[in-house]
């Protein structure tokens, strides 16, 4: 089965491909418009994007809406953790942002909400997956991408997302957990 990923994020659509290897992932086409993501969830956000990437795809599309959560600044940044120094900034500015606003030890939380949409049949759904972790003392490691370098989760103590391999991560990771609840479902369809 050929899934849709509605994104032009590379890392996404290799991670995706690695965690869901019994489907065809393909991200959107280069130069398709990216929806404005104006909800107010997590759920929101990748419903918009699900159902923008199942309009130009035709066909069955996923999307997610991910993001950090800090206890001590309220669960900021949430739906915001892409664009928490502003628009025009990168994974290195939110970052910095994260270790500037935190102290080591804060309590963190990703969370992943997967949104799939089929308009063949107008068939749409959102399974979340989430992972607990605290700020690493320093950014460490050279895998994945966003916070990961400065994210220890609870269940790879003294490591930190971007040290794990992707094997490791996968069974961990709040994107990890959402899409075994994403198989589940795809299974019974």
């Known amino acids: 089965m050929r899934l849709t990923l509605a994104t032009h994020n590379e890392h996404k659509v290799s991670e995706f491909a690695r965690l869901l290897s019994a489907y065809e992932i393909v991200g959107l086409p280069a130069g398709s418009a990216a929806p404005t993501e104006d909800g107010d969830s997590?759920?929101?956000?990748?419903?918009?994007?699900?159902?923008?990437?199942?309009?130009i795809s035709g066909g069955p599309t996923i999307a997610d809406d991910?993001?950090?959560?800090?206890e001590s600044l309220g669960g900021a940044p949430g739906i915001l953790s892409a664009r928490w120094a502003g628009e025009q900034c990168d994974d290195a500015?939110?970052?910095?942002?994260?270790?500037?606003?935190?102290e080591p030890g804060d309590r963190l939380?990703?969370?992943?909400?997967?949104?799939?949409?089929?308009?063949?049949?107008?068939?749409?759904?959102?399974?979340?997956?989430?992972c607990n972790g605290i700020r690493a003392a320093e950014p460490r490691g050279s895998g994945g991408f966003g916070y990961d370098p400065a994210f220890e989760p609870i269940d790879a103590p003294g490591r930190t997302m971007a040290e794990l391999t992707g094997d490791e991560k996968d069974l961990i990771s709040h994107r990890g957990n959402a899409v075994r609840e994403l198989s589940l479902l795809l299974g019974r369809q």
């Open 93 to 102: 500015a939110n970052l910095q942002l994260l270790i500037d606003k935190t």
């Open 109 to 130: 939380e990703y969370v992943c909400v997967i949104a799939y949409c089929d308009p063949r049949n107008n068939t749409e759904t959102t399974v979340e997956g989430r």
């Open 42 to 55: 997590f759920a929101a956000n990748a419903l918009i994007k699900a159902r923008a990437g199942a309009a």
């Open 66 to 70: 991910s993001g950090i959560c800090v």
